[in-house]
């Protein structure tokens, strides 16, 4: 299958979608729950976003189309922390178009053996990935919500898989990331680091995950 690009597929599985709901304290559902083992861009991926009144459920759109977007070539599934930082569009993204990605675990392939990971909290409960979204107009009338999945530097050991990491969000961390009155540059790049490692795990699993048709729980089982 060739080497997938950082983030390029994850996991939500989580049993109970209730202790999910009371997990990130959801307060709107509007898109029904379905167990994931192999979410892969260009699919709708499970979101959090704020009204300013209440946490709402849905999905959006995985390869980020920005209404302001000029480039060509394919939509970002990943938005690099320097990205951001140098890129207006992004950086006002940041600013107005925050959501929290949420997943039980995602998959990394190996720099240089290419064999897939599975990546995940030692707490085994549900995570959010910082994420920006966007709505975008096509010519033929049809709207998109689509979204990227924000990305840093790796840590230390994490390195030895690939240099980069998906920001996964502390509870605290991403109560302030969906707070839509919060806008300062400063305060929003200070959430966007690496979560701690020692706090992650990480296992080989089947070269299976590659394949995108491969959507099962076996996905995310130890290989050995």
């Known amino acids: 299958q060739g ?4 983030c390029g597929r ?5 049993e109970d979608f209730s202790a999910i709901i009371e997990y990130f304290g959801i307060g709107r559902v509007s898109e029904a729950y379905e167990r994931r083992w192999n ?3 260009s699919q709708q991926i499970p979101a959090i976003l704020s009204d300013g009144s209440a946490r709402r459920f849905g999905t959006l759109k995985w390869g980020l189309l920005p209404a302001a977007w000029n480039g060509g070539g394919p939509k970002p599934i990943n938005t690099r922390t320097e990205t951001i930082q140098r890129n207006p569009v992004f950086r006002n993204l940041l600013q107005r178009r925050r959501v929290g990605l949420v997943a039980t675990g995602y998959y990394e392939w190996h720099h240089s053996t290419r064999q897939p990971f599975n990546i995940r909290p030692k707490s085994r409960e549900p995570f959010a990935f910082a994420g920006l979204w966007d709505t975008c107009e096509l010519e033929n ?4 919500h689509t979204c990227s999945i924000v990305t840093a530097a790796a840590p230390q050991r994490m390195k030895g898989l690939h240099d980069r990491v998906p920001v996964i969000l502390p509870r605290q961390a991403l109560d ?3 707070d ?3 806008s300062d540059y400063d305060q929003l790049m200070h959430l966007l680091e690496p979560y701690p490692e020692d706090d ?9 995950v590659g394949n995108v048709r491969n959507d ?4 995310v089982m130890p290989l050995n």
């Open 3 to 6: 080497l997938i690009s950082l």
């Open 176 to 178: 302030t990331w969906l």
């Open 180 to 182: 839509r009155t919060v």
């Open 216 to 219: 099962v729980p076996e996905c």
């Open 200 to 208: 992650m795990e990480w296992y080989e699993v089947n070269p299976m």
């Open 141 to 144: 009338g049809e709207t998109l």
């Open 39 to 41: 979410i892969a861009p």
């Open 10 to 14: 994850f996991s939500f599985a989580y």
